[in-house]
């Protein structure tokens, strides 16, 4: 069954679509550039500015992508051997680590971007070298990426820790947690 494209579906999938656009520019911009270089003698200046930016928003839009699905890599072999409560304690301060660190780095990379608009409260925009367009277009991709994995970070936790009341709540869920051996 076809799924159907909605204004909500767009929005949900939105770092997705954007990590492949980007990535699919990149991959063209680069091969177009191949060939006027070494086929024409002729490169195209302004791409490699171009691609550098495009890959900054693959990489940080991905990231945010790969954080909602569960698909960052991970080592979990201390975790996956314990069960029962300590499992759920080192669970929960591992979220807490996890939304500690992209608090902090969604504040500092959003400092960075400020500076690449202000110097010393005053605005001045950094420019590229090549287009002369302002840096903040590539760097606004860093604390976006950053904050969205925030935010689906927190959701999960929510989501995990309110999980962990309901089934606390009702007998039933206890025995079924046991007999699987551990929260997962």
């Not at 680069?30 to 930016?53: A, C, M």
């Not at 504040?107 to 605005?123: D, E, F």
């Not at 936790?157 to 025995?175: G, M, N």
């Amino acid at each position: 069954m076809k799924k159907k494209i909605t204004p909500l579906s767009i929005l949900t999938n939105l770092d997705a679509i954007i990590t492949g656009v980007t990535l699919t520019i990149c991959v063209i911009m680069v091969n177009v550039n191949v060939i006027f270089r070494y086929v024409l003698g002729n490169p195209i200046k302004w791409t490699d500015e171009v691609v550098t930016s495009l890959f900054v928003w693959t990489v940080f839009m991905g990231s945010a992508y790969a954080h909602r699905k569960h698909a960052h890599l991970g080592v979990d072999i201390v975790v996956n051997l314990i069960h029962g409560k300590a499992r759920e304690i080192i669970e929960f301060v591992m979220s807490i680590l996890q939304i500690l660190v992209l608090v902090l780095l969604t504040y500092i990379s959003s400092q960075y971007v400020y500076n690449l608009i202000y110097s010393r409260g005053v605005l001045k925009m950094t420019l590229t070298d090549t287009l002369r367009i302002p840096k903040w277009y590539t760097g606004i991709a860093v604390p976006l990426g950053f904050g969205l994995s925030l935010i689906y970070q927190i959701y999960f936790f929510l989501r995990d820790q309110l999980h962990l009341i309901k089934t606390k709540e009702t007998p039933e869920a206890d025995a079924e947690k046991n007999e699987e051996g551990g929260a997962y």
